[in-house]
């Protein structure tokens, strides 16, 4: 059985500090991933905390399958186990006395299951994570990314309603990171289970939510579909922390519609989206991708010439350093061929739908 998980003005303050979770409302559907994204200390454990239980919010309402299972308005608060959740974790919470099987089988236990049953039900969710084969080995024995795995099939083997995963890649080097990334997502799908995880890492987010939600400060800012978060997102900050790290201050000149003409002084002026209701006069950022500044190319609108500052060629891409009008940007060519030479003058073309417009609040929203 998977469940709706649905949070609903959820607040959690500790005892000393601002608010760790500040008014956060979303829902899982049942079946979907859903990927908090945020930087350390904007409150994704403790979000995940309270869901399974383990944390007593302040108030605000969860529910799991349409049961509540927290609300401090009107007292209730059902214990984590009673809430049939499965949670994995950064470290790789397994016993290393045991073999794998045992690891696995072990929160049958407690079920009511005969042993002839529980087995083939462990070595189906071994099967699923790829570790059949390792069933009688002992854990120690085992790579970090198939320890994971094993906290992976232990979490799932009775299939709980939900899954809630904290940065489970993290303490895995680069190269198995990527691999149980993928597998991941293909995992959690043939399950169908409903699942809540939690990273800073914005490539795992686009690789494995259904949809993203980019948090700070205890705030959730946007939730949207990956297509959304990294193509209209819905603020400097969310822009910023998916990758849209350039940014250009101006003044809003001229509304049309969704567009908008900015001005940056010295007669500089180009076409942007406006991200942002945003009304003629107004002070303005303007945030942009790496690789969405076409170098060496004129097109109409939005072009102008650069100088390029700094090149740093990586193999298969070049990320140049170029002075616009006064701006450091830098900028990503996709290639083998590094075109462009330190200190030499060049046309860019910045796509009106790249340029995103915010209201200016004050100094660069990311930290
Ligand atoms: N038990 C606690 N007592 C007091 N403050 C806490 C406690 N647990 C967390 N906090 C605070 O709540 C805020 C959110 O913490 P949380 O662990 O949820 O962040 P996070 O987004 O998971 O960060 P990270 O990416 O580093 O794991 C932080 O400011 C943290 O210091
Ligand atoms: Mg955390």
């Given at each position: 059985m998977t469940a709706t998980l649905e949070v609903t003005d959820l607040r959690k303050q500790f005892?000393?500090?601002?608010?760790?979770?500040?008014?956060v409302s979303f829902v899982v559907p049942a079946g979907e991933i859903v990927v908090l994204l945020g930087p350390s200390g904007c409150g994704k454990t403790t979000i995940l905390r309270c869901v399974a239980g383990l944390e007593h919010p302040t108030s605000g309402d969860i529910s799991i399958a349409g049961r509540v299972v927290s609300s401090p308005k009107r007292g209730i608060l059902v214990p984590p186990r009673s809430r049939d959740l499965g949670m994995v974790f950064q470290?790789?919470?397994?016993?290393?006395?045991?073999t794998v099987r045992q690891n696995v089988i072990y929160p049958l236990?407690?079920?009511?299951?005969t042993r002839a049953e529980a087995n083939r039900k462990v070595d189906e969710v071994l099967e699923l994570v790829g570790l059949l084969e390792y069933a009688?080995?002992?854990?120690?024995?085992?790579?970090g990314g198939q320890m994971q795995r094993v906290a992976l099939a232990r979490s799932i083997v009775y299939r709980p309603q939900l899954l809630l995963l904290d940065?489970?890649?993290?303490?895995?080097?680069a190269k198995l990171r990527l691999r149980l990334r993928d597998d991941l997502r293909v995992i959690l799908k043939q399950t169908g289970m409903t699942a809540l995880y939690v990273t800073h890492d914005q490539a795992e987010a686009v690789v494995l939510g259904d949809r993203i939600g980019v948090m700070r400060d205890g705030k959730l800012l946007q939730i949207g579909t990956p297509d959304q978060i990294y193509n209209?997102?819905?603020?400097l900050f969310v822009a910023n922390f998916t990758g849209a790290t350039n940014e250009l201050a101006g003044t809003l000149v001229e509304r049309n519609g969704e567009f908008g003409v900015v001005d940056f002084g010295g007669g500089q002026r180009a076409q942007a989206a406006l991200l942002h209701p945003l009304t003629s006069g107004e002070k303005v950022r303007i945030a942009l991708r790496p690789e969405n500044i076409a170098i060496g190319k004129e097109d109409g609108a939005n072009s102008f010439t650069a100088r390029v500052v700094d090149r740093r060629y990586q193999g298969t891409q070049t990320v140049y350093d170029i002075d616009l009008f006064g701006h450091r940007l830098e900028v990503l060519e996709l290639g083998t061929a590094a075109r462009h030479q330190v200190g030499a003058q060049t046309p860019i073309c910045l796509p009106r739908d790249a340029c995103w417009a915010y209201r200016d609040s004050g100094p660069s929203s990311y930290d």
């Amino acid at each position: 059985m998977t469940a709706t998980l649905e949070v609903t003005d959820l607040r959690k303050q500790f005892a000393i500090g601002r608010p760790a979770i500040d008014g956060v409302s979303f829902v899982v559907p049942a079946g979907e991933i859903v990927v908090l994204l945020g930087p350390s200390g904007c409150g994704k454990t403790t979000i995940l905390r309270c869901v399974a239980g383990l944390e007593h919010p302040t108030s605000g309402d969860i529910s799991i399958a349409g049961r509540v299972v927290s609300s401090p308005k009107r007292g209730i608060l059902v214990p984590p186990r009673s809430r049939d959740l499965g949670m994995v974790f950064q470290s790789y919470a397994v016993w290393p006395h045991m073999t794998v099987r045992q690891n696995v089988i072990y929160p049958l236990k407690h079920r009511k299951f005969t042993r002839a049953e529980a087995n083939r039900k462990v070595d189906e969710v071994l099967e699923l994570v790829g570790l059949l084969e390792y069933a009688e080995r002992s854990v120690v024995a085992l790579s970090g990314g198939q320890m994971q795995r094993v906290a992976l099939a232990r979490s799932i083997v009775y299939r709980p309603q939900l899954l809630l995963l904290d940065e489970p890649l993290s303490n895995l080097d680069a190269k198995l990171r990527l691999r149980l990334r993928d597998d991941l997502r293909v995992i959690l799908k043939q399950t169908g289970m409903t699942a809540l995880y939690v990273t800073h890492d914005q490539a795992e987010a686009v690789v494995l939510g259904d949809r993203i939600g980019v948090m700070r400060d205890g705030k959730l800012l946007q939730i949207g579909t990956p297509d959304q978060i990294y193509n209209r997102p819905a603020d400097l900050f969310v822009a910023n922390f998916t990758g849209a790290t350039n940014e250009l201050a101006g003044t809003l000149v001229e509304r049309n519609g969704e567009f908008g003409v900015v001005d940056f002084g010295g007669g500089q002026r180009a076409q942007a989206a406006l991200l942002h209701p945003l009304t003629s006069g107004e002070k303005v950022r303007i945030a942009l991708r790496p690789e969405n500044i076409a170098i060496g190319k004129e097109d109409g609108a939005n072009s102008f010439t650069a100088r390029v500052v700094d090149r740093r060629y990586q193999g298969t891409q070049t990320v140049y350093d170029i002075d616009l009008f006064g701006h450091r940007l830098e900028v990503l060519e996709l290639g083998t061929a590094a075109r462009h030479q330190v200190g030499a003058q060049t046309p860019i073309c910045l796509p009106r739908d790249a340029c995103w417009a915010y209201r200016d609040s004050g100094p660069s929203s990311y930290d």
